[in-house]
C-alpha cells in the first residue's frame, strides 16, 4: 500500500529546495544535456533545478561487526545477487522509471509475492514526484523523491552518493549492499533514467576487504521491453552485465545547475545506508 502524503511533506519540500537534488529518469532533463533521449517520453523544454548547497561525497562503508551480514565474510572472490523470480517490473509509462525501480527495489526488500502492479507503480511515481523540489504537469521524478520515498514507505534510508570514478562508485554500491542486503539504484544515461542493481560481481568480499573491484552487475532496467533512439533497447530482467559494459549507460552526470559535479559530472547511485 503507498502512502503519498505525510504529515512532514511541505517541510520536506521546502527543505528539498535547498537540499542535494538531481533530476532523473524520464524526468525533465536540466538545461544543456540533450531531449531525444527516450522514444515517447514526452519530455518537456528543460527547467532549472536548484543548486545544492550540500557538499557530495563518497559516503563511508556502513560500520559492522563480522557477525552483522551474511552470509559472514571471507576471503577470495565474492558475488551476491537478491533477485527472486518476477522481482522485476517494466515500467507501465514512458515517464515512471523511478516508479518501476523504487517498486522492483521493494520486491527485492519484500519476502512473498512480488507486487508488479501498475497501480502500486503509480502510487510510488507520485510519491516521488510529492518529495521531489518542484510541482508542475510536467513528467519525471528526481533522486531525491526516489531515496526518500522508499524511506518514507519503511524501508530505511537511502541517500544519494557520488564518484569521479564509475569503478569506485561501483564499489561504493557494492559495499552498502553487501552490509545492507539491499538493492542499490543506479542514475544511467546522463541521468535520464533510473536502474536497479540487484547483485554483483567481486574480486573479494566487500565486508572483509577493501581491497576488491566490482567485475559485474545484476541490472533490473525498468525500459525493459521499449527502445530510446539514443540508448538502445532497454535490458531484460535481471541481466548481468560487465563492468567494462556498464560504461556504454552508467556514464557521468553534469549540469550547471549542479556545480558540485564540475564540467566532467559525476557518477551518482541511491544507495542504502544503517
Known amino acids: 500500500m503507498v502512502s503519498r502524503h505525510s504529515p512532514h511533506l511541505a517541510a520536506r519540500l521546502l527543505t528539498a529546495l535547498l537540499a542535494l537534488v538531481v533530476t532523473s529518469g524520464c524526468a525533465i532533463v ?10 515517447g517520453a514526452g519530455l518537456a523544454t528543460p527547467v532549472a533545478t536548484p543548486s545544492s548547497t550540500l557538499p557530495v561525497t563518497p559516503a563511508p562503508a556502513v560500520s559492522t561487526s563480522a557477525t552483522a551480514v551474511r552470509p559472514a565474510p571471507r576471503a577470495g572472490p565474492f558475488s551476491m545477487d537478491l533477485y527472486r523470480r518476477n522481482d522485476h517490473v517494466p515500467q507501465y509509462n514512458a515517464s515512471w522509471c523511478v516508479g518501476a525501480s523504487m517498486q522492483m527495489m521493494i520486491n527485492l526488500m519484500e519476502p512473498g509475492k512480488p507486487d508488479r502492479t501498475k497501480s502500486t507503480q503509480k502510487g510510488l511515481y507520485d510519491l516521488a514526484r510529492d518529495i521531489s523540489p ?14 526518500e520515498g522508499l524511506g518514507e514507505q519503511g524501508y530505511g534510508s537511502f541517500v544519494e552518493m557520488s564518484s569521479e570514478s ?3 562508485a561501483l564499489r561504493i554500491a557494492a559495499r552498502q549492499m553487501r552490509l ?6 543506479l542514475l544511467v544515461w546522463r541521468g535520464a533514467h533510473a536502474w536497479v542493481m540487484s547483485g554483483f560481481k567481486a574480486t573479494g568480499d566487500p565486508a572483509y576487504t ?3 573491484e566490482v567485475t559485474a552487475v545484476w541490472v533490473e532496467d525498468p525500459w525493459a521491453g521499449r527502445v530510446s533512439r539514443s540508448w538502445g533497447a532497454g535490458l531484460e530482467a535481471h541481466t548481468l552485465v560487465t563492468a567494462t559494459a556498464l560504461k556504454s549507460d552508467f556514464v557521468k552526470w553534469a549540469s550547471r545547475y549542479r556545480p558540485e559535479y564540475g564540467n ?6 541511491v544507495a542504502p545506508v544503517a
Do not use: M, Q, Y
Request: no cysteine; aromatic share 10%; hydrophobic share 45%.
Open 30 to 39: 536540466p538545461a544543456g544535456l540533450p531531449l531525444d533521449i527516450i522514444t
Open 134 to 147: 518542484w510541482v508542475e504537469t510536467r513528467p519525471g521524478a528526481s533522486v531525491l523523491g526516489w531515496a
Open 166 to 168: 564509475r569503478a569506485e
Open 180 to 185: 545492507t542486503r539491499k538493492p542499490v539504484g
Open 210 to 212: 577493501d581491497d576488491f
Open 264 to 269: 566532467d559530472g559525476a557518477f551518482v547511485i
